[in-house]
């Protein structure tokens, strides 16, 4: 078989039309959005054919010129999907129901999540076993002295009471077609995506099971599960069987696309200024090459009078460190076009939150606050004011800013994938 060739384009990017055409048979109609100056790319992921490779990287990841001769540097671009496939394996993994979309989007058209799942077991625990304990007639083992007075014959001998045979206990392990099913899992998932799947593969012959009788494996699966009755257990036999019932019977076209990204970007952000920030200095965030561990929050707050009742705000990122509040939210966009209007009412609305008060509640002085938008880039960071009051407008707030500020989208996605 050839060797599949790249082809690589960038969420939100415009769409060339070869490429459309190319794939046509594995893009959706979901995946472009039309507006008044084009197509452009709506998602993130891999779209695998027999032929070729479409890789979408998010948006702003790379130039337009590093993007062309990414396709014909293999060995940065395995680097590149590799992080990628981690990023969005890492947020599907957090348990959060926020989190639910980004799950079921990894797994509508392969059952990842199982294979995830299954892999995770073998790397703990190794291949299945199961104990199981088997009572059997006989003379030589341990003996089950309850089963042996109320199952064996009873003699008297010598006017002595006999019970002959003895119940005799083994324990056995059952593990074989278990174990098979999980190499068959493991294996044929790392030969069809080696492209963003680095992984061990299992050892062990797997000739003997059919695995193509879906029907007959999924059955024999289910016996097994009826004799187990660990949780661990009984979650991969649960993994196995829904691996099964998914997997695609037939060869094709195979795919993992993200339309969620924006928030795997809001969760890499968040665990960028947790690990890496230090303050703002003349408008520019300070990161420190060290390990931070900064309690920025997604909180919510209720301003309206009705309390939780009513209205609610719930900026993405909120810290108060050494008297100073932090406001960030992150937009997941190719570049800011208008005024963010929700940001400036942040400000407005939590001016007084968390000042320190009197005795009586008086306000003794207000918090300096900093608000940004946390936006991708494919450059080296940088900041630019978003928005300055003009104070004709507001006496008050003779110094409200909003900055806008860039990072580097690869350094954002190394950082997450790092700590996973």
Do not use: C, W
């Given at each position: 078989m050839h060797e599949r060739k790249y082809y690589l384009i960038q969420d939100g990017g415009k769409v060339d039309p070869a490429i459309k055409k190319l794939f046509s048979k594995g893009l959706e109609a979901r995946d472009i959005k039309v507006n008044r100056k084009g197509e452009f790319f709506n998602f993130v992921g891999f779209l695998l054919s027999d032929e070729n490779i479409l890789i979408s990287f998010p948006k702003n990841t790379f130039t337009t010129s590093y993007l062309k001769q990414l396709a014909n540097n293999k060995n940065k671009l395995s680097r590149y999907i590799s992080i990628l496939f981690n990023c969005i394996k890492r947020t599907a993994n957090n348990k959060d129901s926020k989190y639910m979309g980004i799950r079921y989007e990894m797994d509508s058209n392969y059952p990842f999540l199982d294979f995830l799942e299954v892999y995770n077991y073998y790397k703990r625990y190794g291949l299945f076993t199961n104990e199981k304990e088997v009572k059997k007639f006989g003379y030589g083992g341990r003996i089950s002295w309850k089963d042996t007075i109320n199952k064996s014959p009873k003699l008297i001998y010598n006017n002595n009471l006999l019970f002959?045979?003895?119940?005799?206990?083994?324990?056995?392990q059952q593990y074989v077609f278990v174990s098979k099913c999980m190499a068959y899992v493991i294996n044929s998932t790392l030969d069809k995506f080696s492209l963003f799947i680095d992984g061990e593969r299992v050892s062990l012959d797997t000739g003997s099971v059919d695995f193509s009788n879906k029907y007959l494996v999924i059955s024999q699966l289910k016996e097994v599960k009826r004799t187990v009755f660990k949780d661990i257990h009984q979650r991969l036999l649960n993994s196995l069987i829904?691996?099964?019932?998914?997997?695609?019977?037939?060869?094709?076209?195979?795919?993992l696309k993200i339309y969620s990204f924006n928030l795997i970007w809001e969760n890499m952000v968040k665990e960028y200024l947790r690990t890496k920030f230090l303050g703002i200095e003349n408008l520019k965030i300070k990161w420190s090459d060290k390990v931070q561990n900064n309690l920025f929050v997604k909180k919510t707050f209720y301003p309206d009078i009705r309390g939780e009742d009513g209205y609610a705000i719930e900026p993405d990122y909120y810290l108060v460190s050494d008297n100073i509040r932090y406001i960030f939210d992150a937009k997941y966009y190719m570049n800011v076009k208008e005024l963010d209007?929700?940001?400036?009412?942040?400000?407005?609305?939590?001016?007084?939150?968390?000042?320190?008060?009197d005795n009586e509640g008086k306000i003794l002085s207000v918090l300096k606050t900093y608000?940004?938008?946390?936006?991708?880039?494919?450059?080296?960071?940088?900041?630019?004011?978003?928005?300055?009051?003009?104070?004709?407008?507001?006496?008050?707030?003779?110094?409200?800013?909003?900055?806008?500020?860039?990072?580097?989208?690869?350094?954002?996605?190394?950082?997450?994938t790092m700590l996973n």
């Open positions: 002959l045979p003895l119940v005799i206990k083994k324990n056995m829904s691996f099964f019932v998914r997997e695609k019977t037939k060869g094709g076209d195979y795919q209007y929700k940001q400036i009412s942040y400000y407005f609305l939590l001016k007084h939150i968390d000042s320190k008060r608000n940004a938008l946390i936006l991708p880039s494919p450059k080296n960071e940088y900041s630019e004011i978003h928005f300055q009051l003009n104070s004709d407008y507001n006496m008050d707030e003779e110094d409200f800013i909003i900055i806008s500020y860039y990072l580097n989208t690869v350094n954002v996605m190394e950082n997450y």
